[in-house]
């Protein structure tokens, strides 16, 4: 038997139990990893409230990422073998492989060996940040030197991500967060300019910081009002990304800014790239690329050990962390 984090209802952190379960022997085209780390998202929280993409039935598993150790392979994969180090790429509904536990099991097909030089805490902090920020703004929008990029909610795992990957193409990241209390900290991470949205008039500074001519490309995980603002800070034929729903606000359409500029507002998620093995791999490649040149970094915002896993998840809804919260299981 084998502790697994399972939740029987949905709710707030402490519906979150461990339980004791029979992990089975991996069956065709899976993965049984012996989990060290395991790496939080928001979606997670989503899903725990019954407000993600996935219903859960439960009692219900839960979790995108860990890292850990190859504990047995199933028939037909040929990619992996017992010992190796590993670590999971969010590729596959959380309710039927949740990772959170001591042993998980997953699809092949998500799995991915890290480079050696990452702890667990960082191997389990790698794919669901910069796959979907590399998604977004290389893979579809083209990121390309000298593009000002506008990050709300930019000292969240994927925003840090995303600073980084601007950083490493040429790109200029500005970074947007509610209040002046993670200015210094969003700098220290990368950021170009950082914009409390507040305090401060968030069109005004990005017209500031462009010239006047507007950020081309927007990577917007809150949707809600912002959504406004974000419009009127684009320039001719930005496009605007939206790949979360954190706001509990309704999202408008800025009809007129949109026509007016010819902006494209898209709908975007990470398992665009996981389910295509061709642009996986090109992600792939281009996160170990930026690990191996230091462009690309784990920033981790706090360890908790794994009986600690409803307070991980209070702590990840307090939105006071910058970088991955990540759980130690073994």
Not at 191 to 200: D, E, F, G, S
Request: with cysteine; hydrophobic share 40%; net charge neutral.
């Amino acid at each position: 038997m084998s502790r697994v984090v399972q939740f029987h209802r949905t709710g707030g952190p402490e519906v979150l139990q461990i339980d004791e379960v029979d992990v089975p022997a991996p069956g065709k085209g899976e993965v049984r990893i012996a989990v060290k780390a395991l790496g939080l998202n928001r979606a997670e929280a989503m899903f725990r409230m019954g407000q993600y993409l996935e219903d859960p039935q439960f009692p219900s598993k839960i979790g995108y990422e860990a890292s850990g150790t190859v504990e047995a392979v199933g028939p037909g994969v040929s990619e992996f073998k017992v010992g190796d180090s590993v670590s999971t790429i969010p590729a596959f509904p959380q309710g039927k492989y949740g990772v959170y536990g001591d042993v998980c099991l997953v699809p092949a097909t998500a799995v991915a060996k890290h480079p050696a030089s990452l702890s667990w805490e960082e191997a389990t902090s790698i794919w669901m940040q910069y796959l979907t920020a590399y998604g977004a703004l290389v893979d579809i929008a083209g990121l390309k030197k000298d593009d000002v990029v506008l990050i709300p909610a930019a000292s969240s795992s994927v925003g840090i991500a995303a600073i980084q990957i601007c950083n490493q193409v040429g790109a200029t990241p500005v970074a947007l967060t509610r209040t002046v209390d993670k200015r210094e900290a969003l700098l220290k991470h990368g950021a170009r300019h950082v914009i409390a949205t507040q305090t401060q008039d968030v069109v005004k500074e990005v017209q500031d910081i462009t010239g006047g001519n507007g950020a081309r490309i927007a990577f917007d995980p809150v949707g809600g009002p912002m959504v406004e603002k974000l419009t009127a800070c684009l320039a001719t034929h930005g496009i605007l990304f939206e790949y979360g729903a954190l706001s509990t606000e309704a999202t408008p359409l800025p009809l007129f800014p949109t026509l007016a500029k010819m902006l494209t507002i898209r709908g975007y998620l990470l398992f665009e790239v996981t389910s295509d093995p061709d642009r996986l791999a090109k992600g792939k490649q281009f996160v170990f690329d930026g690990l191996a040149s230091g462009a690309l970094k784990p920033t981790i915002a706090r360890v908790f050990r794994f009986d600690e896993i409803a307070e991980a998840h209070r702590y990840m809804e307090s939105n006071s962390q910058i970088g991955k919260i990540v759980v130690k299981v073994n």
